[in-house]
């Protein structure tokens, strides 16, 4: 900020702060004025991944193999992704603008969550053209409060979906790899939301969004529709979700929390694809420990006639998963889960022809021991074991979860975040 030669001097003797005359530049100054009230936050996300066990040692077991629950580790579901196995990793590099509402009753505010590096890639298929970005707003909108009861507060532009237990941002999730739930919800809406709190134990959202699909301003897209027709502008994704706070009345059970969620819409299929979420946070009599459950749902209804061959079968997919989070001492959190999928073949993985059961199953067992070192710093180590439950192996050419003949992964991995 420049002063003029009469302030300073004035400084210099002490006739004048230099904080006040900040103070007075940003009355006469509009555009400082805007900007006090705005934070800047951010992350660096980093991993080592080792992987270990029988696909270590065969021929192609590291061809394609991706990190089961690492972000855009999905290749059914994701448009790019990142193999993460036995090496060093830059995850991401966040930066959030944010100035949040504050008590006015016609109070308004702005978030902008900017994020770059290879998670990016395939979370907003937005790029550049060479056909691929590491860099993408994730979230970009306005939030606008309208005195009516307790106030409505309306966001306007591009948000995270209003399901599902874990975040994209690792920091904020119990372990740095994410649940099997993770990989089947949707990820980012353009649209617009309304919320309302209720009083102190519930709170109400609802909102319309261009499409399910991912991508800023997105539009809907449904396939096998006849040459030269394109969707109707009045298709759209429609969400909601109810968040119950226990009071403080219920004594150990003050602050938990459950959350159900629901998102309507077309991803870009031949038929809508219906996402129902239900999870919650539950504070239990021992101090420090708390219990998480979260279960996830999607799916898509048939196409056609059966007998037609334009027919379209339906899928489904669902998640079971339980948290235990463990505050042990200042430093040291211990955290746990289990983790249970069930889908249509193609949810996760693919298979080769000829199984008695073609459909996707798996289990997941995670521990993560996180202790604090340094001042802002998350340095977490996590053991994750998963499991295809039902005992097809696949073959070279055609892998399933885990790689070439196996159907058991483990991998261990150093999660260092530096928070500011």
Known sequence: MKFNKWTLGLAAIGVVSLASAVQAEERDNPVMTALSSTSISGYVDTAAVWRFGNNTSKAGAGTGWLVPGAVNANPATAAAYQNKADIFNLNAVGLTLEKPLDEAEWSAGYRVDMVYGPDIVGWNPSVNSFGVSDFGLKQAYIVLRAPVGNGLDFKLGTFDTVVGFESFEAYKNPHWTRSYGWEIQ???????????????????????????????????????????????????????????????????????????????????????????????????????????????????????????????????????????????????????????????????????????????????????????????????????????????????????????????????????????
């Open 186 to 420: 949707p990820t980012q809406h353009t649209g617009a939301t309304v919320s309302y709190r209720f009083n102190e134990m519930v709170a109400l959202s609802a909102g319309v969004a261009n499409t399910a699909a991912t991508g800023i301003n997105a539009r809907p897209a449904r396939a096998g529709l006849p040459p030269g027709q394109i969707v109707s502008e009045t298709e759209k994704t429609y969400l909601a979700s109810l968040t119950l706070t226990a009071p403080e009345s219920l004594g150990f059970l003050a602050g938990s929390t459950l959350n159900a969620g629901v998102v309507n819409g077309l991803a870009g299929g031949v038929s809508d694809t219906t996402w129902v979420y239900v999870g919650g946070v539950m504070n239990t009599p021992l101090e420090g420990l708390k219990l998480g459950a979260a279960y996830d749902y999607r799916m898509t209804s048939h196409k056609g006639d059966i007998t037609s061959p334009a027919y379209v079968p339906g899928t489904h997919a669902y998640t079971i998963a339980g948290y235990l989070m463990y505050q042990a001492t200042e430093k040291l959190n211990l955290a746990a889960r289990v983790d249970y999928a069930k889908g249509t073949a193609g949810t996760w993985y693919f298979i080769g022809g000829g199984e008695s059961d073609p459909k996707n199953q798996l289990l997941g067992i995670t521990g993560t021991v996180d202790y604090k070192l340094w001042e802002n710093v998350i340095t977490r180590l996590e053991f994750r074991w998963d499991h295809e439950l039902t005992g097809q192996k696949s073959s070279a050419s055609t892998p399933g979860p885990f790689g070439f003949d196996d159907n058991n992964n483990y991998l261990l991995a150093l999660n260092v975040i530096y928070r500011f």
